[in-house]
């Protein structure tokens, strides 16, 4: 990206104050604001359109709430980066966002300033999550199995209901088994298990496991 190159942003929120105090204070320092959403669908269908570098979403959008909306947009446009913010992020939420394709998660405490940087270097192929969240993810990494089953990979086509069926397909479990295990009925495993197979573009359970392996690998996408 040469230096002098302004990079586009699509700043998603419901309320406009709060979209306007961030598009004043970013433009002119480097970014260029393409466009507003106020919803998830406006969101999705505008990062859809512009293709922006970055999306700055809230996660309590209406419509479409804002993890659902980043899925939609990573899957489209798996190009441009989002960038989560929410009033209050508890753990969960913060994965599920990782989970959906998202590059990185802010509290709306964090300065303007630092959103700035945390944007500039979500561009450059970083991710901006807290001290708290990496440490968190760096004990999770230690504890997965050697083959990396219970790891998913923050870009993936699959849902997290599928990521589940697939660890245990991964393990060699049956539908049977799957079904006893996730407390969901035989035919409900077997939609999952057509739609993880469609989704990777493999035709075989063998198949489906060694393309999770490849998934699982660091700088997979």
Avoid at 95 to 107: E, Q
């Amino acid at each position: 990206m040469p230096s002098e190159a302004k990079l586009r942003l699509i700043i998603a929120d419901p309320d406009p104050l709060v979209r306007r105090a961030i598009r004043d204070s970013l433009v002119g320092t480097g970014f260029v604001v393409t466009a507003e959403a106020s919803d998830g669908i406006e969101a999705v269908e505008l990062a859809a359109h512009y293709v922006p570098d970055l999306v700055l979403m809230e996660v309590g959008l209406p419509a479409l709430d804002g993890i659902s909306a980043c899925r939609e947009i990573t899957a489209r446009a798996p190009e441009v980066r989002v960038v989560m913010f929410a009033v209050n992020g508890d753990r969960e939420t913060e994965l599920r966002a990782l989970r959906a394709g998202a590059s990185g998660f802010l509290p709306k405490t964090t300065s303007i300033e630092s959103v700035g940087r945390a944007l500039r270097s979500v561009a450059t192929g970083e991710a901006a999550v807290s001290r708290s969240l990496t440490s968190y993810l760096i004990e999770h990494l230690r504890s997965v199995a050697g083959d990396g089953a219970g790891m998913r990979p923050v870009r993936s086509p699959l849902t997290t209901r599928e990521w589940e069926v697939l660890d245990l397909i991964c393990s060699g479990d049956t539908t049977r088994e799957i079904s006893r295990k996730l407390f969901l009925s035989e035919d409900t495993v077997y939609s999952h298990t057509k739609s993880i197979l469609r989704k990777l573009g493999v035709h075989s359970r063998g198949e489906a496991a060694e393309a999770a392996r490849r998934l699982r690998q660091p700088g997979a996408h």
